[in-house]
């Protein structure tokens, strides 16, 4: 069964870093692009990161872009955003996502989220 | 960037009622449009993919139609299981993959 698992949300202070991560299990995680979508409270869902499965290739949101960081490691079927000067705005629960196979672009598997909390 | 707008923002529906919903692509994605369902406190889940194809385990009442710029999901009878917010995604021109604002199916 795939699944993936957030971590590493909390309350943070306008300006201040946080990193997620999110692990996968049972499937080939180095195969899968990964994908973080976010969704402010009572809004809409919002694409922020994408990572290839060899990490080669990275886009972000422009939202974010400057401030938030993707990585993986394969070797720890995991992904990582760090995410620095975060803003009022960044408040959020942040999803991890996959797609069904390499390249499909949208997300069959998800996380369950996990809440990001920007605030003084 | 394409931007995506469902209509409506509520749809208030009877059970057993037919729901449908829309979403327009700001130019054309083709057929590379997917559908999700969100409720309260869950993830989304995937609906439908390339416009009109299924996902795994979706049930028949839920089909989707259209191609280029103008999108339909049609639940034919609607459940207490199917109120909830849906959600139309295109991934024919990316970064950014963008989503439409939603559309929130209720109890009438």
């Known amino acids: 069964e795939v699944q993936l698992v957030e971590s590493g949300g909390g309350l943070v202070q306008p300006g201040g870093s946080l990193r997620l991560s999110c692990a996968g299990s049972g499937f080939t995680f180095s195969s899968y692009e990964i994908y973080w979508v976010r969704q402010a409270p009572g809004k809409g869902l919002e694409w922020v990161s994408y990572?290839?499965?060899?990490?080669?290739?990275?886009y972000h949101a422009d939202s974010v872009k400057g401030r938030f960081t993707i990585s993986r490691d394969n070797a720890q079927n995991s992904v990582y955003l760090q995410m620095n000067s975060l803003r009022a705005e960044d408040t959020a629960v942040y999803y991890c996502a996959r797609d069904p196979v390499i390249g499909a672009d949208y997300f069959d598997s998800w996380g369950q989220g996990t809440l990001v909390t920007v605030s003084s | 960037e394409i931007v995506m707008t469902q209509s409506p923002a509520t749809l208030s529906v009877s059970p057993g009622e037919r729901a449908t919903l829309s979403c327009r692509a700001s130019?054309?994605?083709?057929?590379?449009l997917a559908w999700y369902q969100q409720k309260p406190g869950q993830a989304p889940r995937l609906l439908i993919y390339g416009a009109y194809t299924r996902a795994t385990d979706i049930p028949g009442r839920f089909s989707g139609s259209g191609s280029g710029t103008e999108f339909t999901l049609t639940i034919s009878s609607l459940q207490s299981e199917d109120f909830a917010v849906y959600y139309c995604?295109?991934?024919?021109?990316?970064?950014?993959?963008?989503f439409g604002q939603g559309t929130r199916v209720e109890i009438k």
């Open positions: 990572i290839s499965g060899s990490g080669s290739s990275i």
């Open positions: 995604q295109q991934y024919s021109h990316w970064p950014p993959w963008t």
């Open positions: 130019q054309s994605v083709g057929s590379k």
